[in-house]
T-cell receptor, first 116, second 111 residues
């Protein structure tokens, strides 16, 4: 149980392109999902908390107009990297937690984004 | 953002050896989690600890929630090739769903 699916797993695109990444909880509902970014050989850094039916909460230093988050249902959150540039190239990972309190976060398999 | 300090940063061991790693924080946490990440994949939860002093096992893995609430330890016994990867600790507090991740410990098994 508690499977989180991300799509796509890998994307390469030209600078200036906008890229959408999907995060789905397959067998549970999640009012809250989280988006992380991980650079090579580094740890996961939280970018934003995605709340179903309301605006996302962004961490300090993360541009909300650059990284658009939509959490329209209890099983889907999307992250759109707008006008992506090479410095946005990274491994983006989402996580979700079962609605019932006290449950740990479960992570998707990540999306590797490469901007040329 | 804040990160937890993990040590060692990397480990090179032979198959069959036991492994110990730890995670320390300058502030307390109510929950400690240990995850393993394989290359190109997301982290997978190994063990969750919810009480200071708690010692929890999952197969060959054993983790402890430090009594001060500022640290946690993970031990792996009789390592096998599939143990290779990066191990991350994460701290969490009640009422706050955010996780604070450690810097990671990279485990390599020498043939």
């Amino acid at each position: 149980g508690a499977v989180v699916s991300q799509h796509p797993s890998w994307v390469i695109c030209k600078s200036g392109t906008s890229v959408k990444i999907e995060c789905r909880s397959l067998d549970f509902q999640a009012t809250t999902m989280f988006w992380y970014r991980q650079f090579p050989k580094q740890s996961l850094m939280l970018m934003a908390t995605s709340n179903e039916g309301s605006k996302a909460t962004y961490e300090q230093g993360v541009e909300k107009d650059k990284f658009l988050i939509n959490h329209a249902s209890l099983t889907l959150s999307t992250l759109t990297v707008t006008s992506a540039h090479p410095e946005d190239s990274s491994f983006y990972i989402c996580s979700a937690r079962v609605i019932q309190g006290g449950q740990p976060q479960h992570f998707g398999d990540g999306t590797r984004l490469s901007i040329l | 953002g804040q990160q937890l300090n993990q040590s060692p940063q990397s480990m090179f061991i032979q198959e069959g050896e036991d492994v110990s790693m730890n995670c320390t924080s300058s502030s307390i946490f109510n929950t400690w989690l240990w995850y393993k990440q394989d290359p190109g994949e997301g982290p997978v939860l190994l063990i969750a600890l919810y009480k200071a002093g708690e010692l929890t096992s999952n197969g060959r893995l054993t983790a402890q929630f430090g009594i001060t609430r500022k640290d946690s330890f993970l031990n792996i016994s009789a390592s096998i090739p599939s143990d290779v990867g990066i191990y991350f600790c994460a701290g969490q507090n009640f009422g706050n769903e955010k996780l604070t991740f450690g810097t990671g410990t990279r485990l390599t098994i020498i043939p």
